[in-house]
């Protein structure tokens, strides 16, 4: 483990002592860590950011000139337009602390995910000033949930990230909530989950954070994690943006039966890199709903 990221863990350790954590229009996050189901380590190792698994599984084939490449993205926008721009973000969790929001619109980037929960027992403990400091210095942002299908339901899950920071609102700003689905930290690939029982996973996630929230969720993934555990036994596509998950110069073949991407996390380095698939307003139109 390198000394930044020991440095990250013994950060968010120390925050695990502040019982709540304030958040944008007044609610609270309790700064609670679901444990292992097998050990009994601290809530840092619980803590798994978006794309970690999938690093770890395909590994980030990521280059300087790879993203060069993926920042001129080029591609067919949400109503099936070609596209010649893009606009620039990045996603943190717990494990970059308190970030430098000016440093990073200083660099160009306008958007921002933020980790909120896991399970239904993880929360991010830097989720107010993470949450709240990209939108005070300008950015639109959403948050993330990243799942664990084995442990409850997708309703629950649903409904523990809507009350713990995924919520949605209608002020320009603000991005539909995503599902971080990837591959499983804690053992098997699909969460012991047949792709049936996956897909049904899913839909009951993406159903409930509708019927709370009056938004499709959008859906992090990538192809190959898709394809063997979910595979074709639900299609999405007509009511949620994909986020896709390559490190390469290109998004590449997409999961089932999404013809285009909405947004592409490209690399992890320096941090996790994002390219929305349009314009400028394009992304205002999809926090606006």
């Known amino acids: ?59 980030d084939q990521s280059t300087p000139d790879t993203r060069k490449a ?26 970059q602390g308190n970030v430098d929001w000016a440093n990073w619109w200083n660099q160009g980037k306008r958007f921002a995910y933020v980790k909120a929960t896991e399970g239904t027992g993880y929360t991010n403990p830097y989720f107010a000033q993470q949450y709240n400091g990209s939108y ?43 599902a971080d689905l990837e591959y499983n930290p804690y053992g098997a690939t699909c969460y012991g989950k047949s792709q049936a029982a996956m897909g049904a996973w899913i839909r009951d996630f993406h159903d ?29 596509a007509s009511t949620v943006p994909l986020w896709v998950a390559r490190y390469a110069s290109a998004p590449g073949t997409l999961p089932y039966n999404w013809g285009f991407y909405t947004f592409w996390q490209y690399s992890s380095s320096p941090i996790d890199q994002n390219v929305f698939n349009g314009a400028y307003d394009r992304l205002q139109a999809l926090a606006n709903g």
Request: charged share 15%; with cysteine.
């Open 136 to 178: 005070n210095i300008g950015m639109i942002r959403g948050s993330y949930h990243f799942a664990l299908p084995d442990r409850s339901s997708g309703a629950q899950q649903a409904n523990y990230f809507v009350d713990h920071g995924g919520g949605w609102s209608r002020d320009g700003k603000t991005l539909p909530g995503a």
């Open 70 to 95: 993926a920042e001129r993205a080029r591609g067919t926008d949400a109503i099936g337009q070609q596209v010649d721009a893009s606009v620039a973000g990045i996603d943190v969790s717990g494990h």
């Open 1 to 59: 483990m390198s000394t930044s990221r020991r440095g990250r863990r013994s950060a968010l350790l120390a925050a695990l002592a502040v019982p709540t954590v304030a958040l944008l229009l007044g609610s609270t996050v309790p700064a609670t860590a679901e444990p292992s189901p097998t050990t009994s380590a601290s809530a840092i190792d619980q803590d798994h950011e978006l794309g970690s698994q999938i690093r770890r599984v395909e590994g």
């Open 208 to 236: 409930t954070y509708h019927a709370r929230t009056g938004r499709w969720p959008v859906f992090y993934t990538s192809t190959s994690w898709w394809s063997q555990c979910v595979g074709t036994s639900q299609q999405f």
